[in-house]
Every structure is written in C-alpha cells, then in structure tokens.
C-alpha cells in the first residue's frame, strides 16, 4: 500500500545514555513501554505518519545513542534534520548539566534552523526528581527551546513533543521562514504536496493565459 503525505520531515532524538531516547520512540511509534530497553549502538530508525492541521506529516526518526563511543557516528546523522528532541532525564541532574553540548552540537551540525525541543523525561519518577519544572523551563527559555516534560512509561506528553515541534516546523513553511528546497533543510514535498504545488502551478497559468500575459507551457 502506498503512502501518501504532504511532507517529511527529518527528526533526531539527541541526549545522554539512558535519559529515555529509544523508549520515547518506541512509545510513540508502537504506543507501548518498552521496559527491556538496551543501549542503543549507533543510530535506530522509526517512522509515522501525524496529521498536524489537516497536513499529513511523514516523520523519519533517527534515535541515536547517548554513549560518547558512538559520538562520531551519531554526528553524522545530524546533517540535514529539522527537527530535535534533546532528552534529559528528570532523575538525573548529570543528564541535565550535559545539555550545552548537546545543545551546541545539533545546532553547528544540523541545519541552522532546526526546531529543538527540551524533553525532560520519566515524568513518572516524582521521588526521585532532581531537576525542576522551573529549572528547566529557564533553560529553554535562554536558549529559545520549546519545552515539555514527558514519560515514555505511562506515554504522557510522548505524542505531543513531536505533534509540537512538527507544528512549529510547519508553521515556519507556512511563512516561508523554512524553505523545503533547500538543501539540507531536512523537509521534502510528499505526493500530496507535489500534487498540490502542481495543480496551483498550472491555474497560474490558466490565469495568465485568461489575462492575456501569455501562455508559458
Ligand atoms: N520510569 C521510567 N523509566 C524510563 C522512562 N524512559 C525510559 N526509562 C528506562 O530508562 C532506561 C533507559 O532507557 P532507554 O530508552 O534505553 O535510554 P536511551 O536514552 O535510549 O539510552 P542510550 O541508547 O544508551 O542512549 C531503561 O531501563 C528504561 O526502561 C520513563 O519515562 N520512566
């Protein structure tokens, strides 16, 4: 069966060993736990189809691993992505002090306007939390992050990091602050959107032919 969309989109789920990265993906590709998580070793891919505004939204998910062994390997798949999840992880104030490298690496080797989002992740471990709500939300905020707070156990928030920073990426093509043909922007016209593009190139046409400035073929 084919699929149809109206883009896709490039996204990378970024931050430390052990924050949660695999199981945010695995929740919100599958919908469910997956309390067996191992280290991931290099980079893992998901993929699905979101509807954000009546857009069909393809997103293509590299999940890399946090391990400073696979660094080298893990940067190379930062060129081109629109989109990050940099996770931290609320129990850890280790995860959390880390972020600026992070932070300077998505944003020196991936497109320059990549949408970055905070996820500050296993939400459900209240007891054991060691970074704040309000800690965090300052950090994103000096460093123009969109921010949430999630669980990839219970699934809270999982869905909407992504809904989120798909919507924000869209919203900058709606404004032309994003350019999909640029090369490395991380963003490419689906079908739907090729067609769409087609259909109001040729009524421009028709239109000019109707106006007499000429009929271009
Ligand atoms: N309680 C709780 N545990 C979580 C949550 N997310 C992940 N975990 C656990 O945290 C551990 C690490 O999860 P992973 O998803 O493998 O971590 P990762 O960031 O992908 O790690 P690397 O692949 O090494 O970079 C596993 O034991 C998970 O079961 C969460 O939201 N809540």
Not at 51 to 72: H, P, Y
Not at 111 to 131: F, H, T, W, Y
Not at 173 to 193: A, F, H, K, N, V
Request: charged residues 25%; proline residues 1%.
């Amino acid at each position: 069966m084919s699929e149809s969309y109206d883009y896709l989109f490039k996204f990378l789920i970024i931050g430390s060993a052990g924050v949660g990265k695999s199981c945010i993906l695995h929740n919100f590709i599958e919908n469910k736990f997956k309390d067996d998580s191992s280290h991931t070793i290099g980079v893992e891919f998901g993929s699905r189809i979101v509807n954000v505004g009546g857009k069909q939204i393809k997103l293509q998910i590299w999940d890399t691993a946090g391990q400073e062994r696979f660094r080298s390997v893990t940067r190379s798949y930062y060129r081109g992505a629109a989109g990050a999840l940099l996770v931290y992880d609320s129990t850890s104030r280790d995860s959390f002090n880390v972020l600026n490298n992070w932070l300077s690496d998505a944003r020196t080797l991936a497109s320059p306007n990549i949408c970055i989002l905070l996820v500050g992740n296993k939400r459900d471990m209240e007891e054991a939390r060691q970074v704040t709500f309000l800690e965090a939300s300052n950090f994103a905020q000096e460093n123009e992050l969109i921010f949430l707070e999630t669980s990839a156990k219970s699934g809270e928030n999982v869905e909407e990091a992504f809904l989120k920073c798909s919507k924000t990426i869209l919203a900058k093509i709606e404004t032309g602050e994003l350019d999909p043909e640029r090369i490395g922007s991380g963003i490419q016209y689906g079908d739907t959107s090729m067609r769409n593009l087609k259909n109001s190139q040729n009524n421009r046409r028709k239109f000019d032919c109707m106006n007499g400035g000429g009929c271009r073929t």
